[in-house]
């Protein structure tokens, strides 16, 4: 299209570093709106997975004697929050800038991209408080921990492809945000995160390995805290996370030109 | 690029919406298939923009006029790149800012210094341009005081003034304007026109879409007339303001009842038949400030009426 903005169309490099200077700008905006005139600010993010570990390993714990433990939930919940969350609020990215994409030309991916960025900034400010937390029941840092920038660009890169996806439907089928609301809530109980990935009976396994998320939450705990390296379905989970990635990226490319119109 | 060479090149440009049919919602799709089948079918289309083409030379000053609904915004809308033409092409390759309703980038909670810089960091200049060029851009819209307060603060004179002052100061070489002048106060309003036209001095080449008939006719080199998705008239500035002028007053009813009380020099009458519609007004107004011909035209079909009746 001839008619795009010419300052996005320079080429190469030049294009390219606006573009992250205004996905900066975004992510920057919304996180510090995120908790402006809170108190307690950025602590709150910390609450949520915090509470839901220690009511969780008392619950499942103590009063059902599972003897999991309150830093087994907490290694599974604070990757799960991570992308929950990110997830949940890509869903109205594209639907709620209406305004935005009917007045200006501008490189769409940065909305559904500030969003996952900044859930990302907030689980990565949150790992010290987890690590602190691990540290204390005396999981000291093992090699295995050279492996969490993987599984950490891993699960990143399959939120993004999530995001894409859901924020370009989520504008021709509104229906989508609360279907996403209600999978995800699945997808908490089908993902090892309240219970062992090794505990799942063999006739159910396949739900384990067709879910994506699944070998990185069960990677998370093995290089926290048992300190080994991720098992070998990651690579599978690998597989799945680029078709993600592909399919929510050529879905935005393919839907975005009509956003315009259908908003 | 040499000079001749047209910096925007419209061809064959037309747009097509779906209608929405009721009864063709996924509700009743799932529940009762066969109505919604129906209903799919039926739906009509509609062309909001059919057939149109034109050039605009470099430096050149062009409005595009119409009444509500005509389809002038869908096609600035389309020049901008925002939505995409169903068929036909659109070639430019100039530098383009876009004056589309102003200020729709603007967050409420934070300064309008931030939201300069993000409505430039928006449109596609890297931060150190827009931080270099916000002092005069914080002048010009006169808020000095006020830069770094929320933007919750300003009036809505204060966001336009804002919001214009930031895409003047882009240093385009195609300017697309939208309806956004209407909005500041008149002192203002004089301010933009003032510095659009000496952007267009400059060599800036300016696409206006405006109901500001007095505007168009004051600055446009040449202007062209939308009538339900297309381009019926293009040319003299003067003409085509008349030409629109006189299809309106022929088309509604309304203006041409309240051009008859003017001339029987019932104000409050005329006042009340107009007080609905702004756009009516404009057209009324502009009807008869720049256009005598047409003043006198109706005075004499009035009385002729007049004699018809006596």
Redesign the interface.
């Known amino acids: 299209m001839n008619a795009a903005s010419a300052h996005f169309r320079a080429p190469g490099a030049r294009g390219f570093r606006k573009s992250s200077e205004l996905l900066a700008a975004l992510t920057s905006r919304e996180l510090r709106l995120r908790y402006q005139g809170s108190l307690f600010g950025w602590a709150w993010s910390l609450v949520r997975p915090l509470a839901l570990g220690l009511i969780l390993s008392f619950a499942l714990g103590k009063v059902l004697g599972t003897g999991i433990t309150a830093e087994f939930l907490l290694a599974g919940l604070f990757p799960w929050f991570w992308f929950q969350s990110s997830v949940q609020a890509a869903t109205g990215t594209f639907v709620g800038n209406g305004g935005l994409l009917k007045k200006v030309k501008f490189p769409r991916q940065v909305l559904p991209l500030s969003v996952v960025l900044g859930n990302t900034l907030q689980f990565l400010f949150a790992l010290p408080v987890l690590g602190g937390f691990l540290l204390w029941h005396g999981h000291e840092p093992t090699r295995a921990w050279l492996a969490l920038p993987l599984i950490f660009a891993m699960q990143f890169l399959l939120i993004t492809g999530l995001a894409f996806f859901v924020a370009s439907v989520t504008v021709f089928f509104r229906d989508l945000e609360h279907i996403v609301e209600v999978l995800l809530n699945l997808v908490f109980y089908a993902t090892p995160i309240i219970y062992a990935a090794d505990k799942v009976p063999d006739n159910y396994r396949w739900v384990i390995r067709l879910n994506p998320l699944a070998p990185l939450a069960d990677g998370w705990r093995r290089i926290l805290l048992d300190g080994e390296w991720p098992g070998s379905d990651l690579w599978f989970s690998g597989a799945l996370t680029a078709v993600v990635l592909l399919v929510g990226w050529f879905t935005f490319r393919r839907l975005e030109d009509a956003f315009a119109d259908v908003i | 690029m040499s000079s001749d060479s047209p910096v925007l090149a419209v061809r064959a440009v037309s747009k097509k919406?779906r209608m929405v049919a009721p009864g063709s919602e996924?509700k009743t799709l799932l529940l009762h298939p066969g109505a919604a089948l129906h209903a799919r079918r039926q739906r009509s289309n509609l062309w909001a923009v059919g057939d149109v083409s034109f050039e605009v030379g470099r430096g050149e000053f062009f409005s595009i006029i119409g009444a509500n609904g005509s389809g002038k915004s869908t096609l600035l809308?389309?020049?901008?790149?925002?939505?995409?033409p169903t068929s036909g092409?659109?070639?430019?390759?100039?530098?383009?800012s876009?004056l589309?309703?102003l200020g729709?980038?603007f967050?409420p909670?934070?300064s309008g210094r931030?939201n300069a810089?993000?409505n430039g960091?928006?449109?596609?200049?890297?931060?150190a341009e827009i931080e270099g060029l916000l002092p005069r851009i914080v002048e010009f819209a006169g808020l000095q005081e006020f830069i770094d307060q929320p933007m919750r603060t300003y009036s809505s004179g204060m966001y336009v003034r804002l919001g214009f002052a930031i895409a003047a100061f882009m240093e385009p070489?195609l300017l697309l304007v939208d309806e956004v002048l209407a909005v500041g106060d008149l002192r203002f309003q004089e301010k933009c026109y003032d510095h659009i036209a000496g952007l267009q001095k400059q060599g800036v080449t300016i696409v206006m879409v405006s109901h500001d008939l007095g505007a168009v006719e004051r600055f446009s080199d040449r202007a062209a007339l939308m009538e339900r998705g297309r381009m019926i008239a293009i040319g003299d500035p003067k003409k085509v303001v008349g030409l629109h002028v006189e299809r309106l007053a022929s088309s509604s009813p309304e203006i041409r009842a309240a051009l008859e009380e003017h001339i029987a020099g019932d104000q409050e009458g005329m006042d009340r038949l107009l007080a609905e519609d702004p756009e009516a007004r404009a057209a009324f107004e502009a009807a008869l400030e720049l256009n005598p011909d047409f003043h006198r035209k109706l005075q004499e079909e009035a009385a002729r009426g007049s004699e018809r009746l006596g």
């Open positions: 919406y996924l809308r389309l020049l901008a790149g925002l939505s995409r092409r659109i070639e430019t390759n100039a530098r383009m876009t589309l309703e729709s980038g967050h909670q934070v931030e810089i993000m960091l928006l449109v596609g200049m890297s931060r070489e």
